[in-house]
């Protein structure tokens, strides 16, 4: 069976020429974790449109076509005729706890792309040992003003952030309180102490507990949740105190903007990411589920991706660092040459 894929217009503008290298990359990463047996993926010009293609030796299983409508990048489907260039359009699979344009309601400079996070989010799971049917919990140890957040929960996962600018997390907070009022979710919203002992170290987290109907939200099986931590990423133990996490996603600041002085000088961190991650993998590894990943994307122009990875494995992680796994580095400026790294607690 023959299966041609057409990429979201929106995805050039992210990658621009290398938009098909990241698709063929994400496909051949979720090809793996297919039940079919995948025998070919490739980009393909059909009269001068681009296509990715994936060949296989039966009809995709209803999981199977679960998996590939999810991909980033993917727009429409298309079954093609054998020896024809005849497409039957196959609908997507796709499930959304709640409307994908979550993640593209708030603008502000600094955001990560929706599409580029959406990508990382699944390549975190289709690298781990779990599933997008089980129960998933992701954090983000960086979370800004929690695209990821959102991204998990148009899967339907519970998703927790952490961020030290305390203005982000409260304009994130503030945005989700509105937007579950505005959807009419079942909601309850706390602001409580998750670590300290008194109000000067005292820090607070923002938990959001909701379900999309009242007996959704009785029964407890309905409800997912969402937390927003105004702390520090390499606390995280601290805060959650066991491994409660499947996925590890974030994009790690770049030491342009995002940079953050009040907590540089409260720390002594830099914003430089191999010192963030010596500091926050030994707590990473404590939070993370066995067969949980973590993905990060960080400016390979301040650490190449060698130096990132030794920094993984002298941590105790398995980093994924063949194939699909070294095709995700591209321009986003002139000073930020963005790549993914992928690593498991196994
Ligand atoms: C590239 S931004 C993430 C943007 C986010 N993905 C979004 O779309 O809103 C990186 C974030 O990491 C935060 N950060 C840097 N070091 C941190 C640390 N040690 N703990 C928590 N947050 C940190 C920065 O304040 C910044 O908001």
New binding site residues.
Partial sequence: MKYLILQNPGHNRVYYNLADQLALAELQIAAEKMQSEVSTVEVELIEGVRYLSLETTELLTDSDLEIVSRLSFVFAIFQQEEDSNCLKPIRKNEYEFVDQKISSL?K?H???NELF?KMMVNVGLLASDFNHNETITLL?????????LYEALVYGFDAYG????TG?VHE?ATFFKKYLETEKFKHNADERRIAGTNKNNEIQIRDFEFAKTKEAFKSGEGIKRIGMIT????EAYTYFKKPKFNLIV?????GIY???KS?ESR?G?T?NPSE?LE??LPQWMKVLKKGGTIVL?WNSFVVSPKKLSEIFESNGFSVLKEGPYTKFQHMVDKSIKRDIIVAKKV
């Avoid at 974030?250 to 770049?254: F, H, I, K, R």
């Fill in positions: 708030l502000y600094g955001k990560t996070t983000d140890p960086v979370a800004g003003k929690g695209t990821t952490i961020e030290m600018e982000a994130a702390g520090n990423a390499a974030g994009d790690l600041p770049y995002h940079g953050n907590f720390s961190a914003r963030l500091e926050c994307a």
